[in-house]
């Protein structure tokens, strides 16, 4: 009797330990957000879309070191036209990054943005992305992928560089799903 009362015991507590696993899972990234945005890690950009520009602060320059890193597995050759830029804080900028496809398939991309460090994230504004929207190349297809962005006045004085990275991951499968999905849909 004692034994089965043990292990219902066991039981019952192996079932809570699973179901709080389960919620600390699900709730790890908001918690993970407000990290961030607490202690400004991360490098997130949110600073997106049109921004008013009053004109340059021509006392300050700031140098704009441009990163592009390949996931695992992204075949693409993709880097910055530019990979260092000087500009002042207020000052429109606008280069490109360059892609080509080197398959011999259709393929979809999606590149992520970083800042480093994490503190300039939210003075750099992002007024017009090739992150913003999903990069599609043919077989054997290259393209020059627009970036216009401005460092915000506001800087900190004490940062005089910034580095912006893009981690590029092949998003195919995903599409081809949703693609699949949307047809089946339609018939």
């Known amino acids: 009797m004692n034994v089965q009362a043990d292990n ?3 039981v019952r507590r192996l079932v809570f330990s699973c179901v709080l696993m389960f919620g600390f899972g699900f709730a790890l990234v908001p918690l ?9 890690l991360n490098g997130k950009i949110t600073n997106t879309g049109p921004v008013a520009v009053e004109g340059p602060d021509l006392s300050r320059q700031v140098r704009v070191r441009l990163l592009a890193v390949h996931n695992e597995g992204m075949p693409w050759e993709f880097g910055p036209v530019d990979g260092l830029i000087e500009t002042h ?20 991309a999606q590149a992520i943005p970083s800042v480093a460090p994490a503190e300039a994230a939210e003075y750099l504004h992002k007024v017009n992305c090739f ?6 190349l043919l077989a054997g297809e290259s393209v020059q ?8 006045k506001k800087l900190p004085e ?3 560089s910034l580095t912006l990275s893009y981690t590029l991951f092949d998003i195919s499968p995903e599409v081809s799903v949703a693609e699949s999905s949307e047809k089946e849909q339609s018939l």
């Not at 804080?89 to 979809?108: D, I, L, S, Y």
């Open 8 to 10: 219902r015991r066991l």
């Open 32 to 40: 993970y957000d407000v990290f961030c945005e607490v202690t400004g």
């Open 89 to 108: 804080p207020g000052e429109m900028k606008q280069t490109a990054f360059h892609a080509t496809n080197p398959t011999g398939r259709r393929m979809v």
């Open 131 to 136: 992150c913003f929207e999903q990069q599609t």
């Open 145 to 152: 992928m627009p970036l216009l962005f401005v460092i915000d």
């Open 158 to 160: 004490h940062i005089r």
